[in-house]
């Protein structure tokens, strides 16, 4: 059983940054799609970028591109996310994701392609 687990979530300024980790431990990353995906309260779950180990292609939805960077490290199993530019549009619960894929597209941003989840990590913009 792949076990996720989210971190770095935290309140920010419009303008910041901040840095999502999520640390993987039952399997090595680079057999896997991973993904980041984050839902506000009242609004449905939204990809945010995906990243594939054995290609190393990435994803980005249209709000992050420019802004987000998603990259893992594979000796350490864990998966980034690194935000920049934040606006209080980003606040939301941060989840990310692992399913078997060895090429990014569009369907990595869909959340009915992924079965482990972390719990998620909050993420708070202030105006």
């Known amino acids: 059983q792949v076990h996720l687990v989210e971190s770095g979530g935290n309140s920010a300024q419009a303008g910041g940054s901040l840095r999502l980790s999520c640390a993987a431990d039952?399997?090595?990353?680079?057999?896997?799609?991973m993904s980041w995906f984050r839902q506000a309260p009242g609004q449905e779950r939204e990809g945010v970028a995906c990243?594939?180990?054995?290609?190393?292609?990435?994803q980005y939805a249209d709000f992050a591109k420019g802004r987000f960077t998603i990259s893992q490290d594979n000796a350490k199993n864990t998966l980034f996310l690194q935000m920049s530019n934040l606006t209080p549009e980003d606040s939301a619960l941060y989840h990310c994701?692992?399913?078997?894929?060895?090429?990014?597209?569009?369907?990595?941003?869909?959340?009915?392609?992924?079965?482990?989840w972390g719990q998620g990590t909050q993420v708070t913009v202030s105006a």
């Open positions: 990243i594939c180990a054995r290609d190393g292609t990435t």
């Open positions: 039952g399997y090595t990353l680079n057999r896997y799609c």
């Open positions: 994701a692992a399913t078997a894929g060895s090429s990014s597209g569009s369907w990595c941003l869909k959340s009915g392609f992924f079965r482990s």
